[in-house]
Structure formats: structure tokens, C-alpha cells
């Protein structure tokens, strides 16, 4: 036993019992156990101690232990406890056993028609870059909402929705995880008074909102929204929808895509530190909407569809107009997580199938092997 897990074991104590190391990243670990007197497995998070640095964003143990307790709830990863150890902090989670990365990793490489339980009556996926039946994928795109909303609900701004820390119990539910980079949102300041300043850069690059990378020190709910839209679109294009390479590329990869800041719509933008440095020709202007009937006449509602529909050129009926409510580039204009749940898209033939349904299917496309339920890992920041 190396010097990890004799920290882990003795800061979890004799009830439970180390198995093994299943995952490691720049500011911890996480390690499997077993709760001896149940039988359970569990999720220990070792988080190394802080170190001081004005370059690097860390997570803070005590924050993120206060903000998971203020968002428990079924889509949320249950903390059991905390522990101290010599080296490090233990946080003790229940054990989600496959991450929302590996399932779209494993997609990736899996052809679509496969035999296999489906939900009663829904076809697959017309497109063969998939092996996830549409009553499937809206299992996941509904749970995801339903765990930003649960969080905002509570108060607490996640600020690192990504498919790694999007996790999927045994019973298949999708459950929101890692809050190192989480804290309790701001209530309304008295009139007259600042608004409360955050850091800025959160998020990982490829799911970062336009206010983030325009270096926005505030913001609220809405980065985790579009956070959100960018993994339910990922789901459906079965690709990133904004895979930059650096903070720059990014914005001009949103900007391109999505269209230009709006300063009727949106005049605080041209107070951000960053604005005005990158400017983006809009190659993917919508001309296919009627005069008043694009940004001028609708918000830019009709023209987000239009670029979003040549995004992903297969999606199914109401896709597109989900994902424009979630990603406009405005933050104001974006539909909380909660009104999205309720969008017709969840609504509309086929259904989400259940829980249960969605781990048979991912069994049967051979995502994830019978009997493999406890091989998979939470991710942890980089």
C-alpha cells in the first residue's frame, strides 16, 4: 500500500475498504471503496492540499463540499461525508460507475445499427455517427437540464458543466458531479449597490459561455445553460459544437458559428475586458429568414435555428429550436434550465425512455460490457 491509499484508507477509517486508484488529475484523486458494513461502493475524492498561486484556478475543498450539500437532489452526486487526511481532503460520494465523456467516446467508435433493446416502438437513429436511439438521447439531454436546474434551484452556480462531470448511476439517472469549481450564487444586490464579482475563465474551454470568454467577472445561471446546450448538442452531432483550441479560437469559433454580439440586445458586452479585441466576420449569417423575421424581428431566435440547423444538418424534429432557446449569445436571452425541461422536444413522440432502459440499451450496443457497471470513473478538473 503506497502512501495514497494508506492516506485514503486512514481518512475514510475501518468501515470502509480501498480498492483501487480510478482516476487522477492536477489537483486529486479519486478512489474507489467499499462501505464494509452495507456492502456499497463509494466514490473518495482526495484532494490534494492548496497550494498558493495567482496563476492557477484551484479548486476550493471547503466550497465545494458546501455546494454540494446546498444542491443534494436525485440528479445531483450525494455526498456522504468529509475527512480529513495528512496530505490531503477526502470527500466520500456515492459511486456513479460511467461518465457521459466515455459513453459519447465509446459512440464514437460504435456503429449505429446494432440489435439490442430499444425503447418500445422508437426507431434509431437515421445517421450512422450514432449508436444511441433518440428516446435515449433524450433521456440524457432531459437529465442534464434536470441537474443544472436542480442546482440553480439551490442557489449554487455550477460553472463546469462538460460531459465528464455528467455521470450515470447504475439505474442509468444522469447525475451533475464535481463542484471544485462550483460556489452559492449571489442573491440580488440592494439597488444602488455592485453587483458581486467572479472569477473569471471558469468553465472548460469548449462549453465556456460568450460572457466568459469575453473575461465577464459577472454572470449568473446562464453560463451553466449554455454550458448545458453545448452537451446536448454534442449528444446529437456526436461532436463537440465548439472545439476550440485556444481562448481565442474559441470566441471565434462561437462567433462564427452563432453570429455577433448584439449591443442593442446586449450593450453591457461592450464593457467586458476582452470585448473588441477579436472580431469575427459572420460567415454563417442566417439568409434564409423573411424581412423582420430575423435578428431585427424575433431577437434572433429565427436566425440562431438557421445556423443551428447547419450545425447539425440531422437533427430530429424540435432539436434545433431546444438548443436555440439554451445557446443564444445574449445571457439574458437564454431559457433557464427549468423552462427547458418543459420544452415540447421532451414531449413529442417517441419519449425519453427510463432510467433502466437506458443502461439495457447501452449494454446491448456494447457501450458499456454486462456486468461492468463498476469500472468506470468520475474525471476530475485538469
Not at 452526486?77 to 480529513?84: A, K, S
Not at 454572470?219 to 454534442?234: F, L, N
Request: aromatic share 6%; hydrophobic share 40%.
Amino acid at each position: 500500500m503506497h502512501v495514497a491509499e494508506e492516506d485514503v484508507a486512514e481518512a475514510v477509517g475501518p468501515h470502509y475498504s480501498v480498492e483501487k486508484l480510478i482516476a487522477r488529475g492536477a489537483f486529486g484523486e479519486v478512489w474507489l471503496a467499499r462501505d464494509t458494513r452495507i456492502g456499497i461502493r463509494v466514490a473518495v475524492k482526495r484532494l490534494y492540499h492548496r497550494q498558493p498561486s495567482r496563476d492557477i484556478i484551484q479548486p476550493d475543498p471547503d466550497r465545494e463540499i458546501a455546494t454540494m450539500r446546498a444542491a443534494r437532489h436525485r440528479s445531483v452526486v450525494n455526498i456522504i461525508g468529509e475527512r480529513p487526511g495528512r496530505y490531503a481532503r477526502h470527500i466520500v460520494m456515492e459511486f456513479c460507475p460511467a461518465s457521459l465523456a466515455y459513453i459519447l467516446a465509446r459512440c464514437r467508435g460504435a456503429p449505429a445499427a446494432r440489435s439490442g433493446a430499444l425503447h418500445p416502438g422508437s426507431p434509431r437513429q437515421q445517421s450512422g455517427d450514432r449508436a444511441l436511439s433518440l428516446p435515449a438521447l433524450k433521456h440524457v439531454a432531459w437529465g442534464v437540464l434536470r441537474a443544472v436546474a436542480a442546482c440553480h434551484a439551490a442557489g449554487v452556480l455550477h460553472r463546469d458543466v462538460k460531459p465528464a462531470n455528467l455521470l450515470v448511476s447504475a439505474r442509468g439517472e444522469i447525475k451533475l458531479g464535481d463542484f471544485g469549481l462550483a460556489r452559492m450564487a449571489a442573491g440580488t444586490p440592494p439597488a444602488g449597490a455592485a453587483r458581486p464579482a467572479y472569477t473569471a475563465g471558469m468553465a472548460s474551454r469548449w462549453y465556456r459561455a460568450p460572457e466568459l470568454l469575453y473575461g465577464a467577472h459577472q454572470y449568473g445561471p446562464a453560463v451553466d445553460v449554455w454550458a448545458a446546450g453545448c452537451v446536448i448538442g454534442e449528444l446529437f452531432r456526436n461532436a463537440p459544437l465548439f472545439p476550440g483550441g485556444g481562448d481565442i479560437e474559441q470566441l471565434c469559433i462561437v462567433l462564427s458559428k452563432m453570429g455577433s454580439v448584439d449591443l442593442a440586445e446586449w450593450p453591457e458586452a461592450a464593457d467586458l475586458p476582452d470585448f473588441g479585441r477579436v472580431v469575427v466576420p459572420d460567415t454563417n449569417a442566417d439568409t434564409d429568414s423573411p424581412p423582420g423575421e430575423g435578428p431585427a424581428g424575433d431577437g434572433g431566435q429565427r436566425a440562431t435555428v438557421g445556423r443551428l440547423r447547419r450545425l447539425i444538418p440531422r437533427a430530429p424534429e424540435g432539436l434545433v429550436e431546444l438548443l436555440a432557446a439554451l445557446l443564444r449569445v445574449t445571457p439574458s436571452k437564454r431559457v433557464s434550465a427549468e423552462q427547458a425541461m418543459l420544452d415540447g422536444f421532451f414531449f413529442s413522440w417517441p419519449p425519453p425512455c427510463t432510467g433502466d432502459e437506458f443502461v439495457a440499451e447501452l449494454e446491448a450496443a456494447g457501450i458499456i460490457e454486462r456486468g461492468a457497471w463498476g469500472q468506470e470513473h468520475h474525471a476530475l478538473p485538469d
